[in-house]
């Protein structure tokens, strides 16, 4: 493994530059989404940097979501999982559906490029309201939640790729079986989305709270 490497990347003649590309342009096809998310995560980062004189409706809103009075963050407990519920079932299957069918990979490619622009606006607003100290505070905001969206998304991405390959072969349709380990592998999605909304309702703001009363005292 390493010594092909060496020998693709590091072989005589080319210059530092043109090995630079070459590995840029091997992880760009093997990975295009990862590529896509981080590119617009730093636009997203570079364009709250050119508004960082102005109050933008964002910081404004993290400002006022952080100045709790010790009667905890956010709203109660149960309209936030309501809220969430809504919010996160709609975007499920619109993942599944839209996902699933002709343009998935464009679909996918679109959906994960507004993400990370969307996390790079967000990241760079923590660190203009809060400092260095936003860090902390923008990955707590994502836990616990995202150890079950991730697995979710992921599962959906690798049933459109193959649902797509499926298309493309003009296979027939499934069997018996498979459309019962479909079936199961549908309710498990449903429960860890699940678990996460839950988990983002009840147990996110409880870490942020807890974070936010040492970061920012």
């Known amino acids: ?5 060496a020998r ?11 090995r630079q590309r070459r590995a ?3 992880a760009v096809k093997k990975h295009p989404l990862y590529m896509f998310f981080l590119a617009s995560f730093f636009l997203g980062v570079w364009c709250m940097n050119l508004w960082r004189g102005q109050q933008t409706s964002l910081v404004i809103a993290l400002q006022q979501f952080f100045q709790w009075d010790g009667s905890g963050i956010g709203a109660a407990p149960a309209d936030l999982f309501v809220f969430l519920l809504k919010e996160r ?3 499920f299957l619109v993942l599944l559906f839209f996902g699933m069918g002709k343009y998935g990979k464009i679909f996918h490619g679109l959906f994960v490029t507004y993400a990370g622009f969307a996390a790079g606006v967000i990241f ?7 400092g260095a100290m936003g860090t902390v505070l923008f990955a707590c905001s994502f836990f616990p939640q995202v150890l079950f969206y ?9 049933a459109s790729e193959a649902w797509g390959r ?14 019962a380990v479909l079936l199961s592998a549908l309710v498990f999605l449903l429960l860890l989305a699940l678990l996460g909304v839950l988990s983002e309702a009840y147990v996110n703001p409880i870490i942020l709270e807890k974070v936010s009363e040492i970061v920012l005292n």
């Not at 493994?1 to 490497?5: D, I, S, T």
């Not at 760079?124 to 809060?130: P, Q």
């Open 166 to 179: 499926l298309k493309e072969h003009g296979a027939g349709g499934f069997s018996g079986r498979e459309k």
């Open 1 to 5: 493994m390493k010594r092909r490497y």
């Open 8 to 18: 693709k990347y590091h072989s005589p003649g080319k210059s530092h530059l043109t």
């Open 24 to 26: 840029l342009g091997d």
């Open 150 to 158: 991730l697995p979710v998304y992921f599962f959906l991405l690798k």
């Open 89 to 91: 079932g709609i975007l």
């Open 124 to 130: 760079a607003s923590f660190l203009l309201v809060f």
